[in-house]
């Protein structure tokens, strides 16, 4: 596995493989790597002939008061996780090359942010938009791998994708969890030993609306409070948000038929997690509207 | 040389080409053909193993009260015209095609558009960059041709490429001219008999002030007040701007270095047009600050 960290050099290899005739797979994190991205990179070493990982803390996809500096990394220890799972190129660019001067462009992201983590992390999904495109131009993937647990951002990057026609399939990969339900994320290291034994209420409570809904229930407003009386009792954690949505529009579900969002995000002390489930129902009973 | 109008097939033919290691030169254009693009065509000819010409009158970069509906288009006499210059795929999409749905993603410019048509042309910009930065998407370039005579729009691009990292090399072409200096333009052909008669006094009320600034002149504010008075004078338009700016970041000229545009737009009956030369300057007398 090769370590880069100049764009200049990351675009010379890639052409040199594109021309080779390879097919590039490319897994974009934010490192701190854990099961979660490593099974985003192990389907992409199956799937394609090259596999390039990011590593980048995205300054522009963090609020003023979100977290970037205290982000958790962990570099070295990335790198071993990453030449374990097949990983050819490591990209870990430095912040002055991803963007060197002020964008003389940027990306504005109209639909899906109007919803869940949107409401409450504005400019967020915009910044998301904005690296991830320029990272497409660097790697020039036949696929690119994001995991479902970041729901939301998935639909952001299917709509970019679509609204200015990148030539990439976006593979979503289903969440990886711990033994007790709860969802990987780079930010469980700061949850405190009560908290984390408390957590998989998240999971928890997503599983049993789904169930509701699976079973016939078509009251989605009741399911949505039910959660968050749950998540209240159970999870030791301030509710910021349960939602129950079409995906990946993010609006709201009139009808229980195509894929439905069931998410929800709390804040711990020191932790804002999120999770998620989608699931893909048949027939088409109308709902109570939310 | 093959017309082809779908998305997705452009898309078939761009990965076929691209796996069989042919470099694409592209050439993208709003369509009524005339010298000006055919030199573009000719260039990515000589310089590319397949040449892509677009033909899209993008209703995105035109304002409300601007040309769209009756800009000038001649999709038989540009099919010959490309036919004749070595373009082999021609792609004239439709605007559904385009832009199926409204977009989840826009771009916005935020750099060089506060000056010269970017003042009176608000969101022209934008939609340049939006249909440009999809074109490129849907055509993979090598190598991408554009008229030096949309300078702003050049300069646009510029920032578009290296702002979002997009693997293209822009090429810059220079102005094609009618015998009199005329600038070909599709919007030539709007201007009534005694206009075109004196529409060149636009050139050479430019020539002029190249040919102070050579000869050492470094009162920019005063060269400006000059061509625009020989505007008013010679051209029968009326005058919305002339400027001389640095290029290609289009801010006021503080030392005769470097590049610098000399750029003007007149308004005639029923076409606006704008014409520019660029120079690049030794030296770096200091100006009077415009």
Redesign the interface.
Known sequence: MKVIRA?AQL?DIV?TE??N?QTIGFVPTMGFLHEGHITLAKQARKENDVVIMSIFVNPLQFGPNEDYERYPRDPEHDTELAKSCGVDYLFMPSVDDMYP????????????TNALCGLKREGHFDGV??VV??LF??T?PDKAYFGKKDAQQLA?IY??V??????VTIVGVDTVREKDGLAKSSRNVYLLPEEREKAPAIYNALSHAREALEAGEINVERLREQAIDYLRDHSGAEVEYVEILSYPELEPVRKVERMIIIAAAVQYKNARLIDNVILTMEGGASCFEQ
Request: glycine share 6%; aromatic share 0%; proline share 3%.
């Open positions: 764009v675009r052409h594109k021309k005739g001067d002020e964008p003389a462009v940027v990306l504005t992201v109209k639909k899906r938009a904005t495109l320029k131009h660097m020039e952001v709509g970019l679509d609204s200015l026609n990148v030539s």
